[in-house]
Every structure is written in C-alpha cells, then in structure tokens.
C-alpha cells in the first residue's frame, strides 16, 4: 500500500525551544493512524506543520503527495480536517455549513448541489437541512462536522481529538464513520486522549517531549511493553515527560 504522509526528520523550533524533534514516520493509505502523546508532546506542532499551516525548521514531509515546504496549499486542497474546539459554524443552517467548507476545499457550485443532497440522506439529516446547528444534538453535530471534513474526499483527514466531551455511545457511532471511511481508502490521522479509542487504530505512535517513543500496533506495543492495555503503555512513557503544554 502506499504511503500518503511521508515523515523525516521533521523538527520545529520557537527560538532555543525544540517543540518537536527529529521525528520521522510513515502512514498509509487507508490506515487509521493514532498520534498519541501528553500535553507539551509537540503532537499540535506535527500537526500544523502536516496541514501546511507552519514550516518546519529541519527534515521534511511530504502529505498527500505534496511537499509541506513547498506545496502548503496543494495540502490543504487535498486534506480534511476536524477538531474538538471547532468543526462547524453554529449559527449557520445545516446546508450552509456545507456549502461553505465545500467551497473552501475548492469543490465546484454544480458539484457541491449534488453532493450536499446525497450526504444529507445518507446522515438521514433531510429533515433538518434548514436547522441551524446549534440546535442540533451533539451526535448530530459531531457527525455532520465529520462528513463536512471529508465532503470533498480528501486523501487524509485529521481528527483532532474529535470525540472529547461526547457520551460513549456517540463515540462508538463516530467510530463507526471513521471505519467506513477507511475502508474508502481515506487515511485517518486522529488524536485523541482516549486510551481505549487508541485500540481502535491500526498503528499508534506515542509522543513524548518532541520525539517519537513508541509506533506500532496495539498488539505488537501491548506485547513490547508486556501490558494489557494502551493506556498502561502510555503512562509508563508519559510519566517522564518534562512539559506540560503544545
């Protein structure tokens, strides 16, 4: 399979402050990557740097097919993205909101019509197209947010931490979509800081202080470390960890 972000020996730095640190990986397409790591881990900088949005000081990457130095704008042309803290403007429609991310990742007016129709039947939202979206339920918002960021079927699309705050069971009906979307051959690079959503992925890498300290699977990490769960893992690595904020 191949790979669609190319990691090597990316660094940042802010001044004397090493925010990330030589860190170099591989995804591939239709794998659900995990990037694990405490706060201060450097996993937002990675992030910024993957999305186009900061250049790195060192190393380089490549996403999508397009080179971070040098081709920002290929990227964001060709990835989606969903954070936590915003997704979706709240006093717009349901249908605008659509309309609006679909025309910033460069989709055309007579294909965002036609796509806008067959997502909302699909999400089963037809009923609330003109709905504005701070009056939808959470799940409902979570998902619509989700098929916003992946409306215009990017290569890659970034989670950011997308589930905190929700119930479990909104949880597992947003994993569900990520699944199905992996299996469309669209990379998930998700963070999150639930340990048991880590299970879920097909890789995990864990950050600590800039660097990479472990990437792999779940089973083969689980076997490494001789633990039974992820977060055990994760707390072993991120108990030394220095800092305490991106």
Not at 73 to 86: C, D, H, L, P, R
Not at 172 to 178: C, K, M, P, S
Not at 214 to 231: H, M, Q, R
Request: proline content about 2%.
């Amino acid at each position: 399979m191949e790979d669609v972000i190319v990691v090597k020996n990316l660094t940042k730095r802010f001044g004397d402050f090493i925010a990330v640190d030589d860190v170099s990986f591989e995804v591939k397409k239709g794998e659900i990557f995990g990037f694990l790591g405490a706060n201060g881990a450097g996993k937002t900088t990675v992030i910024r740097m993957l999305c186009g949005l900061s250049k790195p000081t060192a190393g380089n990457a490549v996403v999508a097919g397009y080179n971070v130095k040098h081709q920002s704008e290929k990227i964001k042309a060709n990835i989606g993205y969903m954070s936590q803290k915003f997704s979706l403007y709240e006093d717009l429609k349901v249908w605008e909101n659509i309309k609006l991310f679909a025309g910033i990742y460069g989709m055309k007016k007579k294909e965002i019509f036609k796509q806008t129709d067959i997502l909302l039947k699909e999400l089963g939202f037809e009923d609330e197209k003109e709905t504005l979206v701070k009056e939808l339920p959470l799940g409902f918002k979570q998902k619509l947010a989700f098929s916003v960021a992946i409306f215009h079927n990017p290569k890659v699309v970034f989670l950011d931490e997308p589930t905190g705050g929700v119930d479990p069971v909104v949880r597992r009906q947003f994993w569900e979509l990520i699944y199905k979307t992996a299996e469309k051959g669209i990379t998930v690079f998700v963070t999150t800081h639930y340990m048991d959503e880590a299970e879920y992925c097909d890789r995990i890498s864990i950050m600590v202080d800039g660097r990479i300290e472990a990437l792999d699977t779940p089973k083969a990490l689980k076997e490494k470390f001789k633990s039974n769960s992820i977060e055990d893992i994760f707390y072993q690595l991120a108990r030394n960890a220095v800092r305490t904020d991106d």
